[in-house]
């Protein structure tokens, strides 16, 4: 759909953040779709009052600027996604790119340096290779941590691991159920060495209940609040944000897309609220 922008887009010059969409999912293991999620979320974005009082109407000025080509590998994607986010991150722009599959973090996190990545997801992503490639969606959080550090990465909502995956700090699920979202992202923001921190959403990290359009879905996950709670808590310290593996093929109701047009305003009301 040419011409669509995320709701509420104004000019680049007047912009404290830029969103970039990513249509890529040519690594997806299981069922691929996520390349249609980009507009999905536009489109339900749309859905929406401008402000988000619970965060004080503050300033949302953000610019969208489009998606990214069509590419095969995603070495290549990634290379555009670069080209179309350095300039604004170099001029202080708060970064937002939605996916596209969970591969598509690695820029921005690449770009802004000096930041700690918190995940929420069901997966560790922290192979070092999968499917002949090492930026697969399953190695995000290990090319992630070779870039700042495997004391400045942190899962949050894992319950599904591999036997090949590498050593990522995570809290489970099910000890989120057990002791509260709170405690866990306490936990994780003590972890990480780095005062700023970049949130990478798998969508898949939340419970198929709320999110069942997504490629791999996962039983037993978080609610959309504990992700709030999680950007919540973020807070001032929160330096970029993506939401990845929505899959509208699978989202049928368009709730999937709509969670994720929503958690993208969230990040940017944190912005807004940090700038004001
Ligand atoms: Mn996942
Ligand atoms: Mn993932």
Do not use: Q, W
Not at 21 to 47: C, K, L, M, Q
Not at 93 to 118: C, M, Q, W, Y
Not at 127 to 136: H, L, P
Not at 202 to 223: M, N, Q, S
Request: glycine share 10%.
């Amino acid at each position: 759909m040419p011409g669509l922008e995320f709701a509420g887009s104004v000019a680049y010059e007047e912009c404290d953040a830029v969103i970039a969409g990513v249509p890529f999912d040519g690594t997806s293991s299981f069922r691929p779709g996520s390349r249609e999620a980009p507009n999905a979320v536009r489109r339900y974005s749309y859905n929406f009052e401008p402000n988000l009082f619970e965060h004080g109407n503050v300033p949302m000025r953000f610019s969208d600027l489009g998606n990214t080509d069509d590419f095969l590998r995603p070495e290549d994607v990634m290379d555009d996604l670069r080209f179309m986010i350095r300039d604004p991150v170099r001029e202080g722009r708060f970064p937002i790119t939605i996916g596209g599959e969970h591969s598509v973090t690695l820029p921005a996190v690449e770009l802004l340096k000096d930041v700690a990545v918190i995940s929420v997801d069901a997966h560790l992503d922290s192979r070092d290779e999968f499917m002949g490639t090492r930026y697969s969606h399953a190695c995000i959080m290990r090319r992630c941590s070779d870039v700042v550090g495997p004391d400045n990465v942190f899962v949050l909502g894992v319950r599904s691991v591999s036997d090949e995956e590498g050593d990522i700090p995570y809290i489970s699920s099910y000890e989120i159920m057990e002791k509260g979202i709170g405690r866990a992202i306490d936990t994780a923001l003590d972890s990480v060495r780095r005062e700023r921190v970049y949130v990478t959403l798998d969508i898949d990290g939340i419970d198929p209940a709320y999110a069942p359009g997504t490629g791999t879905p996962e039983p037993f996950g978080l609610t959309p609040m504990d992700v709030k709670a999680v950007l919540n808590a973020v807070g001032p310290r929160l330096a970029g944000f993506d939401v990845t593996e929505i899959c509208p093929p699978y989202d049928p109701s368009g709730t999937t897309s709509a969670l994720g047009a929503r958690f993208v305003k969230e990040a940017l009301a944190i912005n807004g609220r940090n700038l004001s």
